[in-house]
């Protein structure tokens, strides 16, 4: 009999599962239902498109459409019926499942300001997490001088310098006293905000918004400090919250998203969530690496390939995708004393590294500035191996001695274990392979292994495997 799966969202989790899905075969009938009406896109390269280095047609996933999956757009699922295993949509449809996937995603925060209607929000004021929030946002930086953006985490300081790459004077309205807080401690903060003041940006700190109001001329945004802040445009960026209303209503289980165990199963075993929706171990990810690390472990599960499949959960490593930003942070950035510590400062340079080592092991790091370490931090983390005897050479990038040289160095240096792309967690081991069955271009190797795809950080780290695998094989004819 043919299994019906539905998942609900066309996301990056719900168009990945849609995939892994396909890729494995077998006689399923999948139904994915979006309530966007545009065919999946890769939502983490929106700062690149606000920032106007691709264009719309850069930020398309091929993988749900097309390949026998029943992928309806611009149609929300507004309840879900466990009892008769149905799906509701907005336009009146039940459609009936045996197994159902939320992957609702997160809901970006509107935050309750006096003057801001979180349903009705003008056309200067604009939260950054869909396509269409993207659009509107570009629309409002065309002819505008100046914007403000609430909110100085991650995705603020990318919205921000894309607006600033736009041309606008952007200022950067932060409640807390430095910025990312959750990744930085107040020294990485301090030079972070140097930097982006050379590239156009201010930032305004320890000072929460109190209110909002729009006219014909702009925006007015009131801080608590009593001074008023006014441009032609308002960024919110105030954090995002778990999709999880669908859930809650159908009597899932839910804390701060839908509890699911290491098979991704919620308690009822015919209903699976994956994505920022779900809530693992008491953990909400945020983040694409985790989602297709799920996608994939669901697709196992699901399909019968592999029934002993389990999610686990990797460190993660979060990058700025911000242009003349270079900055990489990982683990804990707070301080508490019992590890061994390391800090390189050279704010004149907009310079800052700072690694946590406990049992020879990195726990944490910031890497802000360029730093030709990186690769080699990161792969460190990742794999947790021991670091090398002289720490100097990761905290100041400079060259290493062979007695020293850590595993990412090099392709040539590093173990095949090592991760090479973060998002979809393709190691070294994996592109040689590649390689060796006939893959002979960065394109090529990206279409077999997905490298590359998500935030698109490892494409050199790609384009430098291709071309060591390239001058090894011409050694070896030439000898
Ligand atoms: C600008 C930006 C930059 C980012 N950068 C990074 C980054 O560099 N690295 C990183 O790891 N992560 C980044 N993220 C976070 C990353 O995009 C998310 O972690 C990822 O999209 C999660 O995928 P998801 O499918 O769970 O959720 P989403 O991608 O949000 O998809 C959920 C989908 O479900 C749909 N949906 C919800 N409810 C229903 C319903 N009832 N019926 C039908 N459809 C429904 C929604 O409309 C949405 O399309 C970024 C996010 C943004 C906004």
């Known amino acids: 009999m043919t299994v019906r799966m539905v998942i609900v969202g066309n ?5 990945r599962l849609a995939g892994e899905l396909h890729a494995r075969g077998g006689d399923r009938k999948v139904t994915v239902l979006g309530a966007e009406p545009h065919r999946a896109y ?6 690149t498109l606000l920032a106007g280095r691709i264009g719309e047609p850069d930020v398309e996933l091929t993988e749900a ?17 466990r009892a008769a295993r149905e799906v509701h949509t907005a336009d009146g449809e ?43 946002i570009i629309a409002a930086a065309n002819g505008a001088r100046s914007a403000l953006v609430l909110g100085g985490g991650l995705l603020g300081l990318e919205a921000a310098r894309g607006l600033a790459t736009r041309g606008l004077a952007t200022t950067v309205v932060h409640p807390r006293g430095h910025l990312m807080e959750r990744q930085l401690d107040p020294a990485a903060g301090a030079v972070l905000a140097d930097t982006l003041a050379g590239l156009g940006v201010t930032v305004q700190l320890a000072v929460p ?30 954090g995002v919250r778990p999709d999880t209303a669908l859930a809650e209503a159908a009597g899932l289980t839910v804390r701060r998203g839908v509890v699911v165990d290491d098979r991704l199963r919620t308690n009822d075993r015919c209903v699976s969530a994956i994505g920022d929706c779900a809530e693992h171990d008491g953990v909400l990810t945020g983040l694409v690496a985790p989602a297709w ?18 999610y686990q959960p990797r ?16 683990g804990d950035a707070t301080s508490d004393g019992s590890c061994e510590e390391l800090t390189f400062a050279d ?133």
């Open 293 to 310: 690390a799920q996608a994939r472990v669901l697709a196992e599960v699901l399909t019968g390939t592999d029934p002993l499949a389990r």
């Open 315 to 330: 460190p993660v490593v979060t990058r700025l995708k911000a242009a003349g930003i270079d900055l990489a942070a990982m």
């Open 209 to 238: 918004a109190t209110g909002m109001a729009t006219d014909a001329n702009g925006v007015r945004l009131d801080l608590a400090d009593g001074r008023s802040l006014h441009a032609d445009l308002l960024v919110l960026s105030c």
């Open 347 to 479: 704010p004149a340079r907009g310079t800052y590294a700072r690694l946590r080592i406990r049992d020879e092991r990195l726990t944490g790091a910031i890497l802000l500035g360029d730093n030709p370490a990186v690769g080699t931090v990161i792969q460190l983390f990742d794999r947790g191996h021991p670091v090398p005897a002289d720490r100097r050479a990761l905290l100041l990038g400079r060259a290493l001695g062979a007695a020293d040289a850590a595993p990412a160095a090099s392709p040539a240096l590093m173990p095949d274990a090592a991760t090479v792309c973060q998002c979809n967690t393709v190691t070294k081991g994996a592109l040689v392979r590649c390689w060796r069955s006939g893959a002979r271009t960065v394109d090529a190797m990206v279409a077999a292994t997905r490298a590359g795809t998500g935030c698109g950080g490892c494409r050199d780290a790609v384009g430098g495997i291709v071309d060591w695998l390239s001058q090894a094989e011409s050694m070896e004819v030439t000898r």
């Open 65 to 81: 459409a097309g390949h026998g999956i029943d992928l309806r757009t611009g149609v929300p699922v507004t309840a879900v019926d």
């Open 42 to 47: 890769n939502r983490i390269m929106l700062s």
């Open 94 to 136: 039940r459609i009936g499942y045996d197994h159902l996937v939320l992957a609702t995603g997160s809901r970006a925060v509107v935050p309750p300001l006096p003057g801001v209607d979180p349903v009705d929000l003008p056309a200067r004021v604009v939260p950054f997490r869909t396509l269409d929030d993207c659009r509107r």
């Open 11 to 15: 996301g990056m989790a719900g168009a």
